[in-house]
């Protein structure tokens, strides 16, 4: 079975600062997606940003990148220049490409932005 | 706003009762996700449909059950209520259910329960 896991339950960063959220999985597949997801106070879960494992580039959204390493079974999540609004549970999460479409997810991550 | 709607946003009922949450999936979506999130279990898969049709099962109890319409919107039914059962259930939808779909899925705002 697939397994997420976030080490960090809690992290805080200044504003304007860089943090690296951790996060590694347990597969046997080869096919399959990765995800990081944002769930603000609002409870909202919001797609941050998408990995496909199929490829080596690590994938950017703005201020958001990963560090994708397949063999180690790692997928951190970089947020720079941090802002207030960043302030959320992260949930890094996996996803087969063929077959069960459902999503895993880790325990989450609660980031704390320090004004 | 991600196109996914849910109802209702708050529940409260008492033990051994039965609820219906109500997802409506984006537009075009053909399939619908539930999940639980309680606070000692993070985000749990109970159950996939796709185009009407049960795709995938996760630790769904048997409690529970689930269907989607024609129309595709999708209930999840809840009986027998347990003080455990109190948690935060999330519809999520997305364009594909079939293999190698690539669409991620997009949640709703969550139906908040809790079981007294």
């Known amino acids: 079975a697939q397994t997420v896991t976030q080490s960090q339950p809690e992290m805080s960063v200044q504003e304007a600062e860089t943090v690296t959220l951790s996060c590694t999985y347990d597969t046997s597949e080869s096919d399959y997606y990765l995800f990081w997801y944002k769930q603000p106070p609002s409870r909202q879960m919001i797609l941050v940003i998408r990995q496909e494992a199929y490829k080596q580039q690590n994938a950017t959204e703005n201020r958001f990148s990963v560090n994708f390493q397949k063999a180690a079974k790692s997928f951190s999540l970089k947020i720079s220049d941090s802002q207030l609004g960043d302030a959320a549970m992260y949930f890094c999460a996996y996803r087969l490409i063929q077959g069960a479409q459902k999503l895993v997810f880790g325990q989450g991550t609660r980031l704390t932005i320090n004004p | ?116």
Do not use: M
């Open chain 2, 1 to 116: 706003d991600s196109g996914v709607t849910q109802t209702p946003k708050h529940l409260i009922t008492a033990t051994g009762q039965r609820v219906t949450l109500r997802c409506s999936p984006r537009s075009g979506d053909l399939s619908v996700y539930w999940y639980q999130q309680s606070l000692d279990q993070g985000l749990q898969f109970l159950i996939q449909y796709y185009n009407g049709e049960e795709r995938a099962k996760g630790n769904i109890l048997e409690r529970f059950s689930a269907q989607q319409f024609p129309d595709l919107h999708s209930e999840l039914n809840l009986s027998s209520l347990e003080l455990g059962d109190s948690a935060l259930y999330f519809c999520a939808s997305s364009r594909t259910g079939g293999a190698g779909a690539v669409g991620e899925a997009f949640f709703g705002q969550g139906t908040r329960l809790t079981v007294v």
